[in-house]
């Protein structure tokens, strides 16, 4: 009978885990857009800003794009400017909701 019990705790602890993953992504995308009364982002800001969603950091992301690490962090500079936002996480969520970039797949 403990057998049972702790696999279905187990179970149980796996698809809370999943929902909790998901769920985050699952508000943004019934989030009705929001305004873009912000100035438009250029190119080279959008990829910065799309490595930064996927989590690299700043020298990866000036690697990955062949520019200087100096210049990846002026170009999100600008962005968080353009969206008034606090933070890189911020800039994110802003995108996302304005439809600028697509929440990544689980």
Known sequence: ??????????AA????????????LRVVETLPPQPTDFPPLTRRELECL???ADG???WETAVI?????R???FHMEAVRGKLNAASNAHAVAMAIRARLLEPACP
């Open 1 to 10: 009978m403990p057998q049972v019990r702790k696999q279905t705790f187990r």
């Open 13 to 24: 602890d796996a698809e809370t885990a999943t929902m909790r993953r998901s769920a985050p």
């Open 50 to 52: 799309g490595w930064c």
């Open 56 to 58: 690299k950091s700043y």
């Open 65 to 69: 794009l062949g520019i200087s690490e």
């Open 71 to 73: 210049t990846v962090s």
